[in-house]
């Protein structure tokens, strides 16, 4: 009878052994099965608890692809190399997402610190265009101001930003799409923080297709602008991953924005309509708006642009001598906040909406 009882104990014991192992092994199996396949934003319900306990890594399926461009450094042609980093995970999250936010600070920004600043040539020489002169009339006193440049190029060609910085201590954001020009940016040692990025079109990260030589339509005529975000995937170009502007701004702290120059070649006013207005401060913006539905991305008009603009709380100002040939419009618009004009020096044409 003893042997009986003895016998049972280890079958029954026996069991539960194999019933607890086999219960893991399924866990196991039906966690390989939720992460283990290529990327499914339909399943992002099912990756973002994973992602943000750490089961689950951002770095899954990650790709660098590696880009090389030649560029004019002073008198000289250099090949410049350039890095395109995918995460298709980040793009399950919310613009609002502090997880993505933290990602975005530590992953993507890149600081420089302005001593010494690497320019291509002596910086009196570095001449600036009626915008910039502008910008620097309507922000006059003003010092220690925050800017957003996107797209900020090299950091040093036609740059807004740069005047502020230089000579008012100024510090900011630069964003630039292009691999090879944010590496040529990062190179001028800038005193700002470096992200190389598209602006998203969405509320969430997304993937788009950077054009090299995206193609302008006007009036029946063909024209070529700089690089761009472009809904056509034909022709030389780079799929990226583009981030929310709200998310960008989160990650940098969300401060007080002086001035947000936006000139991305057409995707503008898609840019502008993911950004919560009531949760951001930013005072005045220099914005490109006569490429609105004429380049890579389509919908909406400069028209549009402007009175959306109006409905958030703006007031639109005109550039001095700023008319597009290609065009035939108004190149850039200013922007400026209802509330700040007062503590400006507003001399430019105000145009009535």
């Known amino acids: 009878l003893t042997d009986i009882r003895l016998m049972l104990k280890r079958k029954w014991r026996n069991l539960i052994l194999v019933f607890v192992i086999s219960i893991l092994l399924l866990k196991t199996v039906v966690y390989i099965a939720d992460v283990s396949d290529d990327f499914d934003e339909s399943r992002c319900s099912i990756y973002l608890p994973q992602l943000k306990s750490g089961k689950l890594s951002i770095n899954k399926n990650y790709t660098l692809e590696q880009t090389i461009d030649t560029k ?27 997880f993505l936010h933290r990602v975005i600070r ?31 009339e309507v922000f006059e006193g003003v010092t220690k101001g925050f800017f957003i440049e996107c797209g ?20 900011g954001l630069l964003i630039e799409a292009d691999p090879s020009d944010h590496m040529l940016g990062v190179l001028r040692n800038r005193n700002a923080t470096y992200m190389n990025t598209c602006l998203g079109l969405k509320t969430t990260p997304s993937f788009s297709f ?18 761009a975000l472009s809904e ?19 990650a940098a702290g969300n401060p007080t924005v002086n001035l947000f120059i936006l000139d991305i070649e057409g995707a503008e006013f898609a840019v502008l309509k993911t950004i919560p207005w009531d949760k951001v401060d930013i ?5 490109e708006t006569d490429l609105v539905g004429k380049a890579g991305i389509a919908g909406g008009s400069q028209q549009e ?42 001399k430019l044409k105000k145009v009535e909406l």
């Not at 410049?80 to 997402?97: A, K, M, S, W």
């Not at 320019?119 to 915008?131: A, H, M, V």
């Not at 900020?152 to 510090?171: K, Q």
């Not at 780079?238 to 998310?247: E, G, R, T, V």
Request: proline share 5%; with cysteine.
């Open 72 to 98: 004019k450094i002073g008198e000289r042609n250099v090949d410049v190399h350039g890095y395109t980093i995918r995460r298709p995970y980040l793009n399950c999250f919310d613009q609002e997402d502090p």
């Open 232 to 250: 056509n995937e034909g022709g030389e170009g780079i799929d990226m991953q583009c981030f929310p502007l709200y998310s960008i701004l989160k």
């Open 210 to 227: 950077f054009k090299l030589e995206p193609t302008v339509h006007v009036k029946h005529r063909l024209g070529g602008s700089m690089a």
């Open 106 to 136: 530590e992953e993507y920004f890149r600081k420089g610190n302005g001593t010494p600043r690497g320019f291509s040539r002596p910086y009196e020489s570095i001449g600036f265009n009626n915008q910039t002169k502008d910008i620097l």
């Open 152 to 171: 900020s190029w090299d950091g040093e060609t036609m740059s807004i930003s740069l005047p502020l910085e230089v000579g008012r201590n100024w510090t």
């Open 305 to 346: 642009l402007r009175l959306y603009m109006k409905s958030k709380g703006y007031s639109l100002y005109e550039h001095r001598d700023d008319f597009h040939y290609l065009t035939g419009m108004q190149n850039n618009d200013l922007f400026v906040r209802n509330d700040v004009i007062p503590s400006l020096n507003l």
């Open 283 to 287: 005072q005045v913006l220099t914005v």
